[in-house]
């Protein structure tokens, strides 16, 4: 076979391990994205609580925004994606294709977790922080909840159509 369909097919079967060794706190994880994104429409916990930004406001959107090549957007929406990204890369080399312990990537993370810190503290105390990171919309009742989902399935007018 060829090397580098070796090289894939054990990079592969090694994410697969991870994953299914993770695979509980992968699920929370996924379950609590989902019930904050339904109801507080963001899943950052930061933005829960205060309604602020965090210093990683943005960095989701600007790696999406990276992958589809708007580079500006991406910059505009937390620049630290130029650290992030390559890191992401360099940590995913190291763990599957080299095969190194993973103890090496905390210092970096920790470096660029600082920087994101001292990247945000500056936009804020000069106004530059993009004002559509977190979603304004109080907490939501339950009332309110309901109603949302339902008129997104559509169920709502039919309900309400026939109460009248």
Not at 2 to 19: F, Y
Not at 52 to 77: I, K
Not at 96 to 124: M, N, S, W
Request: net charge positive; glycine share 6%.
């Amino acid at each position: 076979m060829n090397k580098a369909v070796i090289l894939l097919r054990d990079i592969g079967i090694r994410l697969w391990e991870d994953i299914r060794r993770n695979r509980l706190p992968l699920a929370l994880l996924l379950l609590y994205g989902v019930a904050a994104q339904m109801l507080f429409q963001t899943v950052c916990p930061w933005a829960i609580l205060t309604h602020l930004p965090c210093p990683a406001c943005g960095l989701t959107r600007a790696g999406l925004c990276v992958c589809t090549l708007h580079l500006r957007e991406a910059l505009r929406l937390n620049a630290t994606i130029c650290l992030w990204g390559p890191y992401l890369i360099y940590a995913f080399v190291l763990r599957y294709v080299l095969q190194r312990d993973k103890g090496r990537l905390l210092a970096p993370a920790a470096c660029i977790a600082g920087i994101t810190i001292v990247y945000f503290v500056y936009r804020v105390l000069h106004g530059t922080l993009p004002t559509d990171l977190v979603p304004a919309a109080p907490l939501l009742s339950a009332a309110d909840l309901v109603q949302r989902h339902f008129t997104a399935c559509g169920i709502y007018d039919k309900m309400y159509s026939k109460l009248r």
